[in-house]
């Protein structure tokens, strides 16, 4: 029998040089080295259905005001993807950062599937905070929102099937809601784990990137990834890795994630 899940891909729209030091929360060997980072969104195909689209990405607005460079607009990416954004009828917010949720406009048809305490807590009185609001901007919050009052939000409460080879689970501690992506495919269960782990060094060394809101959860979170694959980090997208293009079969800034990479990651790294 085939596998529910027959491809999936992580198509990448921006990047960020910085040093590997901003990357970890406890102090690193290699701090002055550089450790770039780049911005997906994924798209998972399935037999018969049409693509769930993860995370939106974020637009030419908040790349100029974060000093973020668009390696190819979501949209261009989307369709070179060879994927119709306006037939695509589910989009899986992973969380509200700006880098993941600042492009629900390009996706005008589709329900966006989102953790209940997520958008909780992108709404609350924790968001006065300005260390905790600096990742989140205000504008895609509100048009989630503006959605869920046209009945284009579904929520989510932990973890939960999305059906024919995806399931949902909430890994929070990067924020209240974070949700990691599990996906069937021929190799196995590869998980999308956005925020929950950036790069495949947080995992490796058990040291998580320095945005979180509880730091212990984070690191929990961290260990949930690794259960979901099956300990292998051959089975982890990290949410903003390098690696991804350049371990995995790549054409064209989008690589294909669901078919195992060149060499084992723990190798690379
Ligand atoms: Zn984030
Ligand atoms: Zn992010």
């Known amino acids: ?120 807590f992108a709404t609350s009185r924790q968001m006065c905070d300005h260390h905790v609001r600096a990742p989140f901007d205000g504008e895609p919050v509100a048009q989630v929102v503006r959605r869920l009052y046209h009945d284009h939000v579904v929520f989510h409460d932990g973890d939960e099937s999305f059906g024919s080879g995806i399931s949902l689970h909430l890994a929070h501690g990067h924020t209240a809601g974070l949700q990691v992506v599990a996906c069937e495919t021929e190799r196995g269960t590869v998980i999308l784990a956005s925020d929950a782990a950036h790069l495949y060094a947080n ?14 959860d984070y690191i929990r979170a961290q260990s949930r990834v690794m259960e979901l694959a099956g300990g292998s980090l051959d089975h982890v997208v990290p949410g903003h890795d390098p690696l991804v293009l350049s371990c995995f079969p790549t054409e064209n800034d989008i690589a294909r994630v669901d078919l195992p990479p060149h060499r084992p990651i723990a190798e690379v790294l």
């Open 203 to 216: 995992l490796a060394r058990s040291i998580p990137f320095p945005i979180f809101i509880d730091e212990a």
């Open 1 to 120: 029998m085939t596998a529910p899940v027959t491809s999936i891909q992580a198509i990448r729209y921006a990047r960020h040089e910085r040093k590997a030091g901003a990357n970890f929360t406890a102090p690193v060997d290699d701090h002055d080295l550089p450790m770039p980072l780049d911005y997906y969104v994924w798209a998972i195909h399935r037999e018969g259905l049409p693509p769930v689209i993860v995370d939106t990405g974020f637009g030419a607005i908040a790349a100029a005001a974060r000093g973020r460079e668009i390696t190819r607009p979501v949209r261009k990416g989307l369709r070179e993807a060879g994927i119709d954004r306006l037939g695509v009828t589910d989009v899986i917010l992973t969380h509200l950062h700006y880098d993941h949720a600042g492009g629900l406009e390009d996706f005008p048809n589709a329900r966006f599937h989102i953790q209940d305490a997520e958008l909780a």
